[in-house]
């Protein structure tokens, strides 16, 4: 018989793989496709960052679907990404500050509007708020890029590159989302 | 804080709320051709699919004392789901007594 903490760490392993693996995708779709438009379109934006940032996204659906649990999943992805864009530089003080923000933020964001009154994780009473978690994920794009461009000491210009990038990837992911749903709906008729 | 590491929710259900949120997406964007009672009985008739894929069917009954549709009419409530019958969410189910749904995927 199957121990349930075996079973759990199980689901948390899957969660984690599924979570990490959409991390990555969505870095990728970021900085191999949208980055070189970005560039095509914007030759004179000096900032290395990109103002779709897709991941972003990810973190707010994951922490809004999971909770703290996110943290957890989120992490070997963000790590991942973080290896390959600094290799063992990923490791320096400044990017494990930026690692931690980076998963942290999200559940926490949530956590604190729950304890001001406001609970928006998935409930069987309530139906979700789509332009809730617009505005949730726009708070934690300032809290983001505030926190990991002082990390970094980056200039002005890159405060609001990460948060233009953060608010935009996340409304388009979830706008691909919603039609890849409706796609699918649509082939399953 | 131990607690909130916990899964609560199990892996169908976390696919169906990110469906119900899209579906909110879709509807403020005008893409969607759901009332808003129409779209909570749809939700309570997903979760109670999610929470029970074994069997599919929903009783009236349950959905009626879903937490959602607290503050609908009888009336309205039967309104809504002949409409979303017709609109192929919800289909009656044949091989059983009546006052079973399944909930379908509408043919556009």
Redesign the interface.
Known sequence: MVQPKTV?LL??S??AAIVSLAYIGAFFATFEILMPAQNLLFPDFASRASLLFLPHGVRV?AAW?????SV?TLLPGVVLVFVYVAGWGAFAPSRLAAIAVAVLVPAACF?LLRLLGRDLR?A????????C?IGVGLVISILTSVLTNYAFGSAPKDYIAYLIGDFFGLFFL??I??FV??FL??A?? | MIRDFENRMPEISKLTELRKLLLNMEQSMGLQDLSTVERDIYYAASDHRADNHVTGAVKTTVLQDHALLANVSRPTFFRALKSLQSKGYLEQCKNSVRGYYIVKIPAR
């Open positions: 759990a689901n948390l899957k969660e659906l679907l999971l909770g703290w649990r957890l956590t998935p069987a009473d309530r139906a979700p708020c789509w332009l978690l979830m706008l989302l919603m749903f409706r709906r649509h399953r008729s």
